[in-house]
Every structure is written in structure tokens, then in C-alpha cells.
T-cell receptor, first 113, second 115 residues
Framework: EAQVTQNPRYLITVTGKKLTVTCSQN?????MSWYRQDPGLGLRQIYY???????DKGDVPEGYKVSRKEKRNFPLILESPSPNQTSLYFC????????????FGPGTRLTVL | AQKVTQAQTEISVVEKEDVTLDCVYE???????LFWYKQPPSGELVFLIR??????QNEISGRYSWNFQKSTSSFNFTITASQVVDSAVYFC????????????FGTGTRLQVFP
């Protein structure tokens, strides 16, 4: 089944404790992206990647890192999480670029205490 | 700068009513793409439609229809004869041709359809 998977689905952590949210797609898509969803703000793009080893900042990249060492994986790294990073995170992939339909993962609900 | 505005935060209707969700966008680009996504209570995001700026024809898919008007920079979404299963948050989004890697979302409209 074609899908985007994210792990973990739920995570509660404490300020400053490094964490990684994994994202994997099995559709051989070139483009992958991370978004955060907050009430009243909709979805905002954090980082995106056009291909392996090619990543770029979205609108809200502060406090996040990403890597794209393999085409299928696009992990989101929070080196030192803070409470303002409490949010619902979505990973998405697309065949070529953002102007194509994006396929979203199920979301990761992160709480930073 | 590009921007997507969904002024309706929440809409409530009774089943079988028609409902229109508004989307107004801002862009300086002449080539761009508009999208609608649905987020049901289960939380996943589901693609509904993509429209490019050169195609102003309205689209109909079953009970769903979209009205794209460049003159008013709007891309409105109408559900005819709404059903309870239509209850969801609906997002409008914009991607510009000079930077197709970025997708700008509106803040979403929560639609509640009551039986």
C-alpha cells in the first residue's frame, strides 16, 4: 500500500531532550516536506527536500533540523525542544514538487513540557 | 507576498443544506496552483483538488464543486446536500510557480454538519 508513515504518533517529552520524528514513504517520491499544525494558524511548512541531500527552509524552520540521506526517509530533528514546539506535525511527499498533490502521513502529536 | 485567507473559522449546517467555503489568495505570480485538502476528525489530510491558474473552469465532483475566479482571487468550495461525513476541517492552499517547493496553507474552516 502506498503510504507515508511517521513515528512516533504521540510523544510527550521535556524541554531540552533531543528527539527525532521519523518519516518514510514508499512511493519513490522526490519531494518531501514537514509541516506543523497549530490552532488558528493552519499548517506551516518547516522544511522541505527536493531530493536526496537537498533540503531547504520553509516558513518556520527555527529549532528544527532535517536530513535526506535516502530518498524514502526524511527525519525531523529537534535538538533542544521547547514548549513552543508543542504541535501536531505532518510529513508529506509528492512525486516532483510542491505543486503536485501531496500525500500526508498520519501526523505526530508532540508535547514538550 | 503570497497568502491564503479562509475567513470562515467555523460553519455549522444541518444535513442536506448546501454550504460554501471561501478561499481568497494573494500572489504576484501569474502561474500558480490552488488546492483544497480535507482533514476529517480522524486527523489525516486528504487531497481534494488541484487547480492551476490557467484553468478557470469550474470543477464538479459528485456533491463537491469548486469555483475559481481570478478576477476576485478566490477559489471557493461548495458542498451540495451536505452529509454528516462532510464534517471536517477544510484547508485551501497555494503554490507559486517561481517557488513550487513551498505550499502556503490557509488557517482552515471547520465544517460541522448536524443530522
Amino acid at each position: 500500500e502506498a503510504q507515508v508513515t511517521q513515528n512516533p504518533r504521540y510523544l510527550i517529552t521535556v524541554t531540552g531532550k533531543k528527539l527525532t520524528v521519523t518519516c518514510s514513504q514508499n512511493m519513490n517520491h522526490e519531494y518531501m516536506s514537514w509541516y506543523r499544525q497549530d490552532p488558528g494558524l493552519g499548517l506551516r511548512q518547516i522544511y522541505y527536500s527536493m531530493n536526496v541531500e537537498v533540503t531547504d527552509k520553509g516558513d518556520v524552520p527555527e529549532g528544527y533540523k532535517v536530513s535526506r540521506k535516502e530518498k524514502r526517509n526524511f527525519p525531523l530533528i529537534l535538538e533542544s525542544p521547547s514548549p513552543n514546539q508543542t504541535s501536531l506535525y505532518f510529513c508529506a511527499s509528492s512525486p516532483l514538487a510542491g505543486y503536485n498533490e501531496q500525500f500526508f502521513g498520519p501526523g505526530t502529536r508532540l508535547t514538550v513540557l | 507576498a503570497q497568502k491564503v485567507t479562509q475567513a470562515q473559522t467555523e460553519i455549522s449546517v444541518v444535513e442536506k443544506e448546501d454550504v460554501t467555503l471561501d478561499c481568497v489568495y494573494e500572489t504576484r505570480d501569474t502561474t500558480y496552483y490552488l488546492f483544497w485538502y480535507k482533514q476529517p476528525p480522524s486527523g489525516e489530510l486528504v487531497f481534494l483538488i488541484r487547480r492551476n491558474s490557467f484553468d478557470e473552469q469550474n470543477e464538479i465532483s459528485g456533491r463537491y464543486s469548486w469555483n475559481f475566479q481570478k478576477s476576485t482571487s478566490s477559489f471557493n468550495f461548495t458542498i451540495t446536500a451536505s452529509q454528516v461525513v462532510d464534517s471536517a476541517v477544510y484547508f485551501c492552499a497555494l503554490s507559486e510557480s517561481y517557488n513550487t517547493d513551498k505550499l502556503i496553507f490557509g488557517t482552515g474552516t471547520r465544517l460541522q454538519v448536524f443530522p
